[in-house]
């Protein structure tokens, strides 16, 4: 089972983003998924999370506005728009997969399978 973000690279001030994330095993539907950052220098920061049907999003507030995270359980993918990017954003973003006994709004713990992930760079 493997997780495979994508859709990184280096980008202006200003502009949005996709990233992308695709789950190669079974049962996706049921599963919590996030996305996290890692600045460089900085400690990894959770970015926001969606439930295994993609009825519910839960976000910090400071990531509110700017960040969408979506699912498409027919593809095994979950996505993170980026808006208005900034470079303050300039990181490795990941995503990760909650245990199967997570409740919603899941806590950091609760993520136990992670991807690669994507770095993402904002020039000004």
């Known amino acids: 089972v493997q997780l495979q973000a994508s859709g990184g690279g280096l980008v202006q001030a200003g502009n949005r983003l996709r990233l992308s994330c695709m789950y190669s095993g079974r049962t996706f539907s049921r599963m919590i998924m996030g996305w996290f950052r890692q600045a460089p220098g900085k400690e990894r920061e959770f970015v926001a999370a969606i439930s295994g049907s993609g009825d519910r999003i839960y976000g910090t507030d400071s990531m509110k506005g700017r960040f969408t995270i979506s699912r498409d359980n027919a593809k095994n993918t979950v996505d993170l728009q980026i808006n208005n990017l900034n470079p303050e954003d300039t990181a490795v973003y990941y995503c990760?997969?909650?245990?199967?006994?997570?409740?919603?709004?899941?806590?950091?713990?609760?993520?136990?399978?992670w991807g690669q992930g994507t770095l993402v760079t904002v020039s000004s």
């Open positions: 990760a997969k909650a245990h199967s006994d997570s409740r919603f709004p899941p806590i950091v713990p609760d993520f136990l399978r």
